[in-house]
């Protein structure tokens, strides 16, 4: 990916459509970036809890750099549109929560409906992607205050990243990380395998 794009076009492409979603995620990212006055690509320093998986995540990832393959992105399933920016250097850390009723472009439910149909004539294709442009507008000047609630947390920073020993499960012979294999009886198991034997 090129990092010399701007972060809202890098996002956009990293999660493949414009959505209200993203750009509420891009808006998050970059005031985690003025709170930590930090410049982008400096991803190795900052550490993302997400609780939630939507679209949102997708800004997070592309432009704060924080992924899972990295290590560096912590996804809790807690249905919110909060997420957790830490700057490990200076022991830093941000939380951002979008608010429950944000001002909304006039226009937001009705693109919402018709963006939950599958039945659009050409004309109300035409109306969805120019309530997109407004909602784009609205969502892209607004003042953070408007759209999130925020403030200075403690963190715990986890120890960084280390390599785990790779097990062999006995059932499926695949290998699973030490740390999420099941030991019974005699047997090393996968979670997979041992969900499948009944185990809860
Ligand atoms: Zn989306
Ligand atoms: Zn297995």
Same mark, same amino acid.
């Given at each position: 990916? !090129?990092?010399?794009?701007?972060?809202? $076009?890098?996002?956009?492409?990293?999660?493949?459509?414009?959505?209200?979603?993203?750009?509420?995620?891009?808006?998050?990212? =970059? +005031?985690?970036?003025?709170?930590?006055?930090? =410049?982008?690509?400096?991803? =190795?320093?900052? +550490?993302?809890?997400?609780?939630?998986?939507?679209?949102?995540? *997708?800004?997070?990832?592309?432009?704060?750099?924080?992924?899972?393959?990295?290590?560096?992105?912590?996804?809790?399933?807690?249905?919110?549109?909060?997420?957790?920016?830490?700057?490990?250097?200076?022991?830093?850390?941000?939380?951002?929560?979008?608010?429950?009723?944000?001002?909304?472009?006039?226009?937001?439910?009705?693109?919402?409906?018709? *963006?939950?149909?599958? /039945?659009?004539?050409? =004309?109300?294709?035409?109306?969805?992607?120019?309530?997109?442009?407004?909602?784009?507008?609205?969502?892209?000047?607004?003042?953070?205050?408007?759209?999130? /609630?925020?403030?200075?947390?403690?963190? /715990?920073?986890?120890?960084?990243?280390?390599?785990?020993?790779?097990?062999?499960?006995?059932? !499926?012979?695949?290998?699973?990380? $030490?740390?999420?294999?099941?030991?019974?009886?005699?047997?090393?198991?996968?979670?997979?395998?041992?969900?499948?034997?009944?185990?809860?």
């Amino acid at each position: 990916m !090129c990092r010399d794009m701007p972060p809202l $076009e890098q996002a956009i492409q990293f999660h493949g459509h414009i959505c209200p979603g993203i750009l509420m995620g891009v808006r998050a990212a =970059e +005031l985690a970036l003025k709170h930590l006055q930090l =410049e982008r690509d400096r991803d =190795e320093e900052l +550490l993302a809890v997400v609780e939630t998986d939507s679209c949102g995540v *997708d800004a997070i990832q592309s432009i704060l750099g924080c992924t899972f393959g990295k290590g560096n992105l912590i996804f809790k399933d807690y249905g919110k549109a909060v997420y957790t920016i830490a700057r490990r250097d200076k022991g830093k850390a941000i939380r951002i929560a979008q608010k429950f009723n944000p001002k909304r472009s006039p226009g937001f439910d009705r693109y919402r409906e018709l *963006d939950g149909r599958k /039945d659009l004539t050409e =004309e109300e294709k035409v109306e969805r992607e120019n309530l997109l442009g407004q909602i784009f507008e609205s969502i892209m000047t607004a003042p953070w205050e408007d759209i999130f /609630d925020w403030r200075e947390v403690d963190f /715990d920073f986890p120890e960084k990243a280390q390599i785990r020993r790779t097990l062999q499960c006995s059932r !499926c012979g695949e290998g699973v990380m $030490e740390g999420r294999a099941i030991s019974i009886e005699d047997e090393v198991l996968c979670p997979s395998c041992y969900l499948d034997k009944g185990g809860q």
